[in-house]
């Protein structure tokens, strides 16, 4: 029984979105952790993100909650979190389209995008210190953090891979079963 090419590209890349957008949302969490440990910023420099939503004229000093009694920007929050899953969802197309970006379970991806932010694009902007005016530590953190949620990305959309393989082999070993049985009666 021969398969759709064209339909297994569409399955692949639905399956490639989903793990786009739940390893973006994951990793985020998984970033944000890695900052408890190696803060990415000198005390009293203000995040990349908040930079950004003043620089859009917003009033990032009042995007906040309280929960369990501490004061959460959720403007840094829904920047930090749709960076992630943009990111997220454009390794995880990208992989079925070019596998070459997988390459170190997705850390030279995570390296590239850390580069990519961090020494060009956000003192461009005005957003944050050239790079070779932050402390080691800083640069460490960014490093570290940014392999991590790259790493955790890759490690979610090669789970959904498998489960789509499965998934198909366990679906056409039925298939052919039922026809098994079908024949022998």
Wanted: aromatic share 12%; with cysteine; hydrophobic share 50%.
């Amino acid at each position: 029984m021969g398969t759709n090419s064209k339909n297994d590209d569409i399955v692949d890349y639905g399956y490639a979105a989903w793990a786009g957008f739940l390893g973006g949302n994951l990793s985020s969490f998984v970033k944000w952790g890695s900052e408890i440990p190696f803060p990415p910023r000198e005390a009293g420099r203000i995040s990349p993100p908040f930079a950004i939503l003043k620089a859009l004229g917003l009033n990032a000093e009042d995007m906040t909650y309280v929960f369990t009694g501490h004061v959460i920007n959720y403007g840094v929050a829904l920047v930090h979190q749709g960076f992630s899953i943009v990111f997220g969802l454009l390794y995880c197309l990208l992989a079925t389209a070019c596998p070459l970006v997988t390459l170190g379970q997705g850390l030279a991806f995570g390296l590239i995008i850390t580069l990519l932010f961090h020494a060009i694009l956000l003192p461009l902007g005005g957003w944050a210190p050239q790079v070779w005016d932050i402390s080691a530590h800083e640069v460490f953190s960014e490093v570290f953090g940014h392999l991590l949620w790259a790493w955790t990305i890759e490690i979610v959309r090669r789970d959904m891979v498998r489960m789509r393989f499965a998934s198909a082999s366990t679906l056409a070993k039925a298939s052919s079963d039922v026809r098994s049985m079908a024949t022998n009666r």
